[in-house]
């Protein structure tokens, strides 16, 4: 009987110190030699022609592959969010934290998912790109 509540402890502790590691996503203008974010913020402004701002993936844990998408969906008024693209980039299998450069064009309200490439979901969050 010991034995099993023992298993089943460790079990347990075993759960909340793996559900304690949260992946993040930070929008911000660039990332520092140490992988931090350099000015993040949810809300970019771009010009007319349009922007770029780094997507930072903080895992806290090695990815394990090479390649992650961002699906990139558009909300609209009514909070529906409608498919805008998907965007495919390498990673470092080693990584714990990675970022990428992705261009804005259009202003209005995004959520991004971050998979891996096949198919696992990482992290998630919102943006809004207003226009000057």
Avoid at 75 to 83: A, P
């Amino acid at each position: 009987m010991k034995k099993i509540l023992l298993i089943a402890f460790l079990t347990l502790v075993s759960i909340l110190i793996n559900s304690s590691i949260a992946q993040s996503l930070y929008f911000c203008e660039g990332v520092d030699k140490d992988g931090n974010a350099i000015t993040p913020t949810n809300s970019f402004t771009i010009s007319a022609k349009g922007g770029y701002l780094y997507f930072l993936v903080d895992l806290g844990y090695e990815i394990g592959t090479d390649e992650v998408y961002y699906e990139i969906y558009r909300v609209d008024s009514k909070g529906k969010e409608i498919y805008d693209k998907t965007i495919y980039k390498e990673v470092d299998p080693k990584s714990k934290k990675f970022a990428h450069q992705i261009m804005f064009t259009t202003p209005g309200k995004y959520n991004i998912y971050v998979y891996k490439g096949d198919g696992i979901y990482l992290t998630s969050n919102s943006l809004r790109i207003n226009q000057k």
